[in-house]
């Protein structure tokens, strides 16, 4: 007797990079029923020393997946955002982010240490094998699979991949172009400074207050400088300080800097943050980098995710939020479109595309404006923090 209801066995798909957008899809695919394996092409799995702001649509992501509780254990959730002058210190604007995210948007406005996401995500991919030192040279379909090759000549099969290998994904370069990303720029100094180093009191006399607590930005000449806290009880304070520049000598895009060299780039800037930086560890500095957004993501089989499709300057603090909600949106549609692996792909591009091309034009026109000499108002992200992608139908983009 045949068996006229055979059981579908699980969708197999294979993840190239175990970065925060990797490992979200994994556990978003997981959830879905999928069979995952990761490949990374580091030995030993780790993330940038330094900070991350999680926007209410990239934590309303990290809630359908069962992660808000640990987040809040792990994050911070800034009280309010103030922005103040660059060399006097005086108070620009002041305005609450805690209760207006959590009111407006439906979602608390976090700030975390990558590391910490990092290890939360990957603790969430639960038993799914992650293959470390496997470094992919390119993935290619095979009649009805597809087959990511490796550099000591190994190769694995699934029935989707996904290319979640960052900026200059090996991947995109065989599918899409080998075109070098695109120096914006922009460099950063990223740094770290214990809160207890950080002044309470700013301004003219002291004027302005800065309770710990809360998030604030100096914007002047030829760059802004970020701050937030990081870690659960928010004892730290994450700098990122921005820096305007026609080029990025460096071989790499991040190598190690100094706070010698920090404080001499921002020579002239307020006291009070200079003295800050005299406390600073570990300074890295960054080539900041993006590209045109793309057309076409997936071939086949073959799809990108994260900065391996649309990588984004940071200024509206967006990339990893956008990595995140690819991953959900993708286990989303395959689930859905069950065997029809095309459909769910076309579908998968159609409904990101839109909202990440916004947010990488958008980002670029942030950083413009924030070398005006009197900066137009914020970029607004009412539309990208209230329409998430965990409802089941897309929101469309605003003009
Ligand atoms: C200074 C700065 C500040 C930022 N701040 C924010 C912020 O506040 N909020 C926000 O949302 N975003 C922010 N971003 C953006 C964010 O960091 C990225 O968008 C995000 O990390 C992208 O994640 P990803 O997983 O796509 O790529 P990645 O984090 O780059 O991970 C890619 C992974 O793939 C691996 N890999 C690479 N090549 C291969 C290969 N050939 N084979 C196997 N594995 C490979 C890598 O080792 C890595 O583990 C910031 C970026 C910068 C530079």
């Known amino acids: 007797?045949?068996?006229?209801?055979?059981?579908?066995?699980?969708?197999?798909?294979?993840?190239?990079?175990?970065?925060?957008?990797?490992?979200?899809?994994?556990v978003a695919l997981r959830q879905r029923g999928c069979e995952v394996v990761l490949y990374e092409r580091v030995e030993k799995l780790e993330e940038v020393g330094a900070g991350l702001q999680i926007g209410p649509n990239g934590v309303k992501v990290?809630?359908?997946?069962?992660?808000?509780?640990?987040?809040?254990?792990?994050?911070?959730?800034?009280?309010?955002?103030?922005?103040?002058?660059?060399?006097?210190?005086?108070?620009?604007?002041?305005?609450?982010?805690?209760?207006?995210?959590?009111q407006k948007y439906g979602a608390p406005y976090l700030s975390a240490h990558r590391a910490d996401l990092h290890n939360l995500l990957r603790r969430a991919t639960g038993d799914a094998p992650l293959h470390l030192g496997a470094n992919c040279v390119g993935a290619d379909t095979v009649n009805a699979t597809a087959i990511a090759r490796f550099a000591d000549g190994s190769t694995a099969e699934a029935d989707v991949i996904i290319a979640a290998d960052g900026i200059r994904s090996a991947i995109r370069a065989q599918h899409f172009g080998d075109d070098a990303p695109r120096f914006t720029g922009m460099m950063a100094w990223r740094a770290i400074v214990p809160m207890?180093?950080?002044?309470?009191?700013?301004?003219?006399?002291?004027?302005?207050?800065?309770?710990?607590?809360?998030?604030f930005g100096w914007i002047g000449p030829n760059g802004h400088v970020i701050c937030y806290p990081i870690g659960g009880?928010?004892?730290r304070l994450n700098i990122f300080g921005g820096h305007v520049t026609a080029e990025w000598v460096e071989e790499s895009w991040s190598v190690p800097s100094s706070r010698e060299e920090l404080i001499a780039a921002k020579a002239g800037w307020n006291e009070a943050l200079l003295d800050m930086f005299r406390h600073v560890e570990h300074v890295y500095k960054w080539g900041i980098y993006d590209r045109d957004p793309l057309p076409q993501w997936s071939r086949g089989r073959v799809t990108l995710l994260g900065d391996a499709a649309h990588p984004t300057m940071p200024t509206l603090a967006q990339g990893a939020n956008m990595a995140i909600e690819d991953g959900y949106v993708l286990a989303r549609l395959l689930a859905r479109h069950g065997d029809d692996i095309a459909g769910a792909l076309t579908a998968y591009v159609a409904e990101r595309k839109p909202r990440t091309d916004w947010v990488t034009l958008k980002s670029r026109e942030q950083f413009v404006s924030n070398q005006k000499p009197s900066p137009p108002p914020f970029v607004d992200r009412t539309w990208l923090f209230v329409n998430d992608v965990v409802r089941e139908e897309p929101a469309h983009a605003p003009a």
């Open 196 to 215: 207890n180093c950080v002044p309470t009191r700013i301004g003219p006399n002291g004027a302005v207050a800065v309770p710990h607590g809360e998030y």
């Open 1 to 26: 007797m045949p068996n006229l209801h055979p059981v579908r066995r699980p969708l197999r798909v294979a993840i190239i990079g175990a970065g925060i957008g990797g490992l979200a899809a994994a």
């Open 62 to 102: 990290l809630r359908a997946l069962g992660l808000e509780d640990e987040l809040m254990r792990n994050a911070f959730e800034p009280l309010s955002i103030m922005s103040v002058t660059w060399d006097e210190g005086r108070l620009r604007f002041r305005q609450p982010l805690k209760e207006v995210s959590r």
């Open 233 to 235: 009880n928010g004892d």
